[in-house]
Every structure is written in structure tokens, then in C-alpha cells.
T-cell receptor, first 117, second 117 residues
Framework: NAGVTQTPKFRILKIGQSMTLQCTQDMNHNYMYWYRQDPGMGLKLIYYSVGAGITDKGEVPNGYNVSRSTTEDFPLRLELAAPSQTSVYFC????????????????FGDGTRLSIL | AQTVTQSQPEMSVQEAETVTLSCTYDTSESDYYLFWYKQPPSRQMILVIRQEAYKQQNATENRFSVNFQKAAKSFSLKISDSQLGDAAMYFCAYRSAPQTGANNLFFGTGTRLTVIP
């Protein structure tokens, strides 16, 4: 089972460059998320999507954009890379939460380590 | 946003011994979910155990169990018979009951567990 697949695993960017972090899942999950993990910190939500064509901001959206044209894919774009965006980025997906039912956990990709120099 | 606090940046345990990792959270909600995730050096985020707030019984998964104290807003993880493979960063996470919006996870800053042979 592939689960959640992120590419690339590592990337070094120069300040001002742009790039897209790819995320795809094969579990037919409606919900998808992008988190960032800074050194010594927990994960923080950047953007999320509850289904194809629907996206919304999380806690730390500045400097990022997303799109969700299909259920499977949820790419994250950095338009003008800044040193503050050096981090490890995680994509996650889940079924819609169901009230009263055993909670659907989020499945995570292996992360993308991004350095901006 | 809900806050999750892990007051132990680092912990160590002798192999085969028991260790308890602490987690507290702040919320005004009555229905929610709590999770412990393990992050080994490979960076994967692996779900260890989950607890629904409406359940009084503490969750257990093999050598892993929780002590959920709802009134105290405490959710500690106990690892029994510690193994070398348990060495990792452990994150406590909170998720609201199903509602419109992100239904994302809020993470603590993590506890790095070292297992001593």
C-alpha cells in the first residue's frame, strides 16, 4: 500500500525561487492537510482541503498556496522562497471525521526536508 | 486554537523498564480526540494510540497505554517493557470533535525518548 506519497524528499532552494511540493494519496480520502515542522517544534497546519476544489487556510498559510483539482493530489506551492520557510513539510490525509464513530486517524507522508539558502 | 503542552523535552529509560510521557492540553470543548504519534529518525509520523474524550476507559495498544484524566486535561503515555525500537520523538496531539472546518491536529512540541541498552 502506497498510502501518502510526498516528493521530493529533500530540496535546497535559493531565496526567491519557487517550487511545488507534491503530495498524492491512494486511499480515496476526502481530507488532506499540509503541515510544517520546525526544529524542536510540533507540526503546524499550513493549508487543508475537505475535498476536490475546496481549500482553506490553516494556522501558518503566509507564503504558500495550494490547489486540489483531484481527490488524490494536493500540491503545496512556495512562490518566493524565504529562509523562514526552511522546515520539514508533511502531507496527511484522512476520511471525514464521523461523530460518535471511532475517529479516523490522519495518515502521514514521509515528509519533505526543505532548506532555503 | 487549542494548545497542547509536553513539558518533558527529553526522557530516557532503561531497556525493559517502564516510562511515562506527560501531556496536558487546554480546551473548552467537551468532545474531542487525543493521540500519541511516534516519529523515529526516519521522520515518519506513526500513530501509536488514540483516545476519545467521551470514553472513560483508558486506551491500550500492546505495550502502550494512556492515563486520560479529563478533568485535569491530562493525557500521559506509558510505555511498558521498553525496547530499543521505541527510541523516537513522541508527539501528543489534539483534535476537535467532528465539525465544519479543518478538523486538523494540534501538536505538542514533542518528547525525545532515549532507550538505554
Amino acid at each position: 500500500n502506497a498510502g501518502v506519497t510526498q516528493t521530493p524528499k529533500f530540496r535546497i532552494l535559493k531565496i526567491g525561487q519557487s517550487m511545488t511540493l507534491q503530495c498524492t494519496q491512494d486511499m480515496n480520502h476526502n481530507y488532506m492537510y499540509w503541515y510544517r515542522q520546525d526544529p524542536g517544534m510540533g507540526l503546524k497546519l499550513i493549508y487543508y482541503s475537505v475535498g476536490a476544489g475546496i481549500t482553506d487556510k490553516g494556522e501558518v498559510p503566509n507564503g504558500y498556496n495550494v490547489s486540489r483539482s483531484t481527490t488524490e493530489d494536493f500540491p503545496l506551492r512556495l512562490e518566493l522562497a524565504a529562509p523562514s520557510q526552511t522546515s520539514v513539510y508533511f502531507c496527511a490525509s484522512s476520511y471525514p471525521p464521523k461523530s460518535g464513530a471511532s475517529n479516523q486517524p490522519q495518515h502521514f507522508g514521509d515528509g519533505t526536508r526543505l532548506s532555503i539558502l | 486554537a487549542q494548545t497542547v503542552t509536553q513539558s518533558q523535552p527529553e526522557m530516557s529509560v532503561q531497556e525493559a523498564e517502564t516510562v511515562t510521557l506527560s501531556c496536558t492540553y487546554d480546551t473548552s470543548e467537551s468532545d474531542y480526540y487525543l493521540f500519541w504519534y511516534k516519529q523515529p529518525p526516519s521522520r515518519q509520523m506513526i500513530l501509536v494510540i488514540r483516545q476519545e474524550a467521551y470514553k472513560q476507559q483508558n486506551a491500550t495498544e500492546n505495550r502502550f497505554s494512556v492515563n486520560f484524566q479529563k478533568a485535569a486535561k491530562s493525557f500521559s503515555l506509558k510505555i511498558s517493557d521498553s525496547q530499543l525500537g521505541d527510541a523516537a520523538m513522541y508527539f501528543c496531539a489534539y483534535r476537535s470533535a467532528p465539525q465544519t472546518g479543518a478538523n486538523n491536529l494540534f501538536f505538542g512540541t514533542g518528547t525525545r525518548l532515549t532507550v538505554i541498552p
